[in-house]
């Protein structure tokens, strides 16, 4: 074994399918490392991650094992490099392995197969791969790398095999999705392996946004249980680590320990790289959205111009009869602290067309949510109109309290493309708008400063669709409904045992019913990033037609 083993985690932001586009990274990864003996790129940096069904056709996997082939071509000399990509053997007639692959000296010199497919949450790998084998060692210039492909690095089995088969060191490159704590599960799991095994532990994750999931990076080296150093969140970074013999253990020399966000600024880092990555993934750089004067639209407009530039987001005001000068007034001026371009278009003439349109049948009958509605499908369909014909991504502003209830008009206010606020509740909203407006992450493209005025902060939520309407007519305060909805979304608590921490049982159970109710809603709302436990969709899936209430 040589005294010295330099390893570059390379934490990169790939797309699912651009295989060449992909190979790049890899490569200008690899260049960057410079002296480096071994680059470490994350799970299935080739293909993309999650490459969900396009694994069951046989031609995709072919390109992605194609591609894999050509870089290791371009390893004749230079660092070796582990890579991820879906790997079908020789006469193996069933689905690809999840594999990582080390390419050195020109070829494919070993292969290790993911052991442990997940199928909880936004994941569902035993629809697609087949599990590997017990895990084996790969010998690289003289060392013994153990490879465990994400999920396997969460059992004690695998690293032990790994150790037992003369691995010096573990590797786990990753695709781990954000949520709020999943950081420090990691550090957790990682630490647990070395100290169990003895061995050096690599942890390389992915980073940017792919549909509705959001990768924070944050790869980092661990020996002796302690962590060795760390890169940071949410942005592509190489980063070397030396292992060096010490008395004939292995021991990793301390590198750059990057500072981690925490609370609001996590939350808010991981939604501004969701939002960016679908837009931009998707072939867009222009977006659109109703700024309305209320927090939910204001907080989404610093999103989009922290994540594509001010140049970059079309605000559009689109008053009623029952829009109040002041939503004029702080939506006029949001706009202008972010620097985007407003423009305004009054909906009452469509209001009137529509309602006159609609004035036989609605005869005899009061108004009520039906004309509502209407004021908010005009907009939607403004709005819509403006995507379509300047090319822009119209984004949707909704919060996920008013995804949980119902609280949202279908064709209308939930009309668009992405929406960054899916999966943050409205309490959330505030403190997110509160922490922007004092702080601003380095990278992010948008002013500091102030930039949701106090006065949209301050004023009680309304969806302005009727004389003097606030939220709180139709919703319990949002403190109060958050946390209702927190133990039947997030922990699927019951009805009785949310209401034995002091909630109202007919108010639990009422909430209870809505969101049951708003199922059909969100099986038609537009993707946003998951930042929770339990994002709509992926992790909680739910009939729409239900009649069980518990």
């Not at 909880?120 to 690289?140: I, N, V």
Request: charged residues 25%.
């Amino acid at each position: 074994m040589p005294e010295r083993l330099r390893i570059a985690l390379a934490q990169l932001n790939p797309v699912v399918g651009d295989l060449s586009g992909n190979a790049a990274k890899i490569l200008d990864a690899r260049a960057e490392a410079g002296d480096a003996d071994l680059v470490v790129t994350p799970e299935l940096s080739v293909s993309g991650y999650p490459p969900e069904d396009l694994v069951l056709r046989p031609s995709y996997v072919d390109a992605c094992m194609k591609a894999a082939a050509a870089l290791a071509q371009k390893t004749v000399d230079g660092p070796g490099v582990i890579v991820g990509c879906p790997w079908k053997d020789d006469g193996h007639a069933d689905r690809p392995y999840n594999a990582a692959l080390l390419l050195d000296r020109g070829k494919v010199a070993g292969v290790a197969r993911k052991v442990h497919l997940p199928n909880y949450g936004p994941f569902d790998e035993p629809r697609t791969f087949a599990a590997g084998p017990s895990p084996q060692a790969l010998k690289f210039r003289g060392w013994q790398l153990g490879l465990m492909v994400c999920e396997d690095m969460w059992f004690p089995h695998v690293s032990r095999r790994l150790k037992e088969a003369g691995a010096d060191m573990l590797i786990a490159p990753h695709g781990s999705p954000f949520r709020r704590n999943v950081k420090r599960e990691r550090r957790d799991h990682a630490e647990a392996r070395s100290l169990e095994t003895g061995l050096p532990l690599f942890f390389v994750n992915q980073v940017g946004g792919q549909d509705e999931l959001v990768f924070d990076g944050g790869s980092f080296a661990v020996s002796a249980g302690r962590v060795r150093g760390q890169l940071p969140l949410f942005v592509e970074k190489v980063q070397g680590f030396d292992i060096v013999k010490d008395d004939g253990s292995l021991q990793v020399s301390r590198s750059e320990y990057a500072d981690w966000p925490e609370d609001e600024a996590l939350v808010y880092e991981a939604v501004l790289v969701g939002t960016r990555d679908y837009v931009l993934k998707s072939g867009f750089r222009q977006v659109v959205l109703g700024l309305s004067g209320g927090i939910d639209s204001a907080l989404v407009a610093a999103i989009a111009v922290d994540a594509l530039g001010a140049a970059n987001v079309h605000c559009v005001r689109l008053p009623s009869r029952y829009t109040s000068e002041a939503s004029m007034t702080d939506a006029e001026a949001c706009a202008k602290a972010l620097g985007t371009r407003l423009d305004t278009i009054p909906i009452e003439p469509g209001v009137e067309a529509m309602t006159g349109m609609l004035a036989g049948i609605f005869a005899g009958r009061q108004p009520g949510l039906a004309e509502e509605n209407i004021q908010s499908r005009l907009r939607g369909t403004a709005l819509m109109a403006i995507s379509n014909k300047l090319g822009s991504m119209m984004l949707t502003t909704g919060n996920k309290s008013e995804m949980a209830v119902g609280y949202a008009t279908l064709y209308g206010d939930m009309n668009g493309g992405y929406n960054p606020l899916k999966d943050v509740y409205k309490v959330d909203v505030f403190r997110l708008a509160r922490w922007r407006n004092a702080n601003k992450p380095d990278w992010a493209l948008g002013p500091g400063g102030e930039v949701i005025p106090e006065a949209i902060i301050a004023k009680p939520p309304s969806a302005e669709l009727r004389e003097d309407q606030k939220d709180e007519d139709s919703l319990p305060p949002y403190e109060v409904l958050d946390a209702i909805l927190h133990g039947l979304v997030e922990e699927e608590a019951s009805v009785d045992a949310i209401a034995s921490r002091g909630f109202d049982e007919e108010l639990v159970r009422r909430i209870q019913t809505m969101l049951f109710r708003a199922e059909y809603k969100r099986r038609q709302s537009a993707p946003g990033p998951k930042v929770s436990t339990r994002y709509f969709g992926r992790d909680r899936r739910y009939p729409i037609v239900n009649r069980f209430t518990g």
